[in-house]
């Protein structure tokens, strides 16, 4: 079993920052793709940013230029920093594991249990 424990959401005002951090640990796991998703009230979850081994990172429209992931592979970590946040920012954010084999047949992998973000003033 692999467990994803998530920490650094938080409150912040509109403009300001804060980075994300998860760690994988568990069984000898392989990992393909690490990232970030998030979900809103009433809205589905969605990817945010993500890692994928040999490509590099992605992310969603909304958060270029504005939100920068990065992997410490050897510490099977990865972090989200998130600068000038926006109030539409906020949301529970996930962060999601998965092997090769996952991705490619369909299965999300693991993921954790979710920090809440909250921008406000």
């Known amino acids: 079993q692999v467990q994803l424990v998530e920490s650094g959401g938080g409150l912040v005002q509109p403009g300001g920052s804060l980075r994300l951090s998860c760690a994988a640990s568990?069984?000898?796991?392989?990992?393909?793709?690490m990232g970030w998703y998030r979900q809103a009230p009433g809205t589905q979850r969605e990817l945010v940013a993500r890692f994928t081994s040999g490509r590099g990172a992605d992310y969603a429209d909304s958060v270029k230029g504005r939100f920068t992931i990065s992997r410490d592979t050897a510490e099977n970590t990865v972090y989200l920093q998130m600068n000038s946040l926006k109030p539409e920012d906020t949301a529970v954010y996930y962060c999601?594991?998965?092997?090769?084999?996952?991705?490619?047949?369909?299965?999300?992998?693991?993921w954790g249990q979710g920090t809440q973000v909250t921008v406000s003033s």
């Open positions: 568990g069984s000898r796991f392989s990992i393909y793709i």
């Open positions: 999601n594991a998965a092997s090769r084999s996952d991705y490619y047949g369909g299965r999300s992998g693991y």
